[in-house]
Each structure stands twice: as structure tokens, then as C-alpha cells.
């Protein structure tokens, strides 16, 4: 049992599950695409559902980790957009994410905003936090802001995804959303 064998395994349930979802994903496949044994991934999950369980902590872990790594700009909108490009640039990890919680939504419990764990739209959150004083919100409405903000962005990631996107169309569509971000909260 090794660590890259383990890692193989998360990468190759990551990709089938986040292109394919829950039920057109089987160890066998997974074993498959990650080229060992089926009988392997047993040696490191209990389960489809505790090995997809623990690929989306790991996941969502490393997120947290790359999100701590975006860059802070000087405006509000360059702020936005580097987390908007964060999304696009991490579709496959955004998507795996959603698609688990789509999943396996009952196991999720019940916040103020909803079912979708706080930590899911953090990103967005701190930058309303850091630019308060420019936009057009109080600051008890942050979250609920943050949540819708996060909601429309991860429609667009879902829509690309699994395809690439240009590079041209991906900037364009990352200042349109900030525009529209801006236009809706910034103070006039």
C-alpha cells in the first residue's frame, strides 16, 4: 500500500465523478482508469461512498489551500475577478464538489443559507468583507451575497465543464461577470 497508489485512486474517482456523476462511476472503472486492481482501492476505502467521501475532503482541503493563494488586488473588481478565474481554473475540483454535494445532499446539515456548507462561497465572502466599505450592502447580508454570487459563478463553471475553455472566451466571460458583480454592488 502506497501513497501514490492512494493518490491515484482519489484522482481517478475525482475525474470519473466529476465528468460522469455518482452512477456511471464503478470501482471497476475507477480501478481501471487508475490502471491497478479493483481489489486494490479495498486496501484504502471501505466503500464507493467512503472513498468518494474522502476524495471530496481531500478536495475540498486543497481548495481551501490554492484559495489561500489568490492573490489580494487593490480593487474590488480585480478582487472579484481573481476568484471568478480561481473557479474556472479549478472547474474539475468546483465540479466534483458539486456534484458530491448534489449526491449526497441529505448528509449535509441545514446553516442559515441553506444546505451548501458555509465554506463553499468563503472565496467570495472575503472579498465583500474586504471592500465593504465601497459596496452597496450591509454587512449582516455578506453571506447571503456571497452564497447567490457563488451560485451564479459555479453555473457558469458547470457550463464548460468538462470542456476547455479558451482563453480569450474564459477572460471575457470573467469581466462580464465582474461588471455585472460591480454594476449590482458598488456604491453610486
Known sequence: M???????????????????????????KIASEANIRQSDIYNYF???DDMLKKTFDITRKDLGEKRK??????SFDKDIANRIKFL?????DVNYILKYFFQF????????????????????????KKWIGVLNIEENEIPEQSKIITHAINGFVLEYFPNEIEK?????????????????????
Open 2 to 28: 502506497s501513497e501514490q497508489t492512494k493518490l491515484k485512486i482519489i484522482n481517478s474517482a475525482k475525474d470519473l465523478f466529476a465528468n460522469y456523476g455518482y452512477h456511471s462511476v464503478t470501482m471497476r
Open 46 to 48: 471501505s466503500s464507493k
Open 69 to 74: 493563494k489568490v492573490k489580494e488586488e487593490d
Open 88 to 92: 474556472f481554473e479549478n472547474s474539475k
Open 105 to 128: 445532499k441529505s448528509s449535509f446539515q441545514k446553516n442559515e443559507q441553506g444546505y451548501v456548507p458555509n465554506a463553499a462561497y468563503k472565496h467570495i465572502e472575503e472579498v465583500l
Open 168 to 188: 480569450t472566451e474564459q477572460n471575457q466571460m470573467i469581466n462580464s461577470i465582474t461588471r455585472f458583480i460591480s454594476k449590482s454592488l458598488i456604491k453610486v
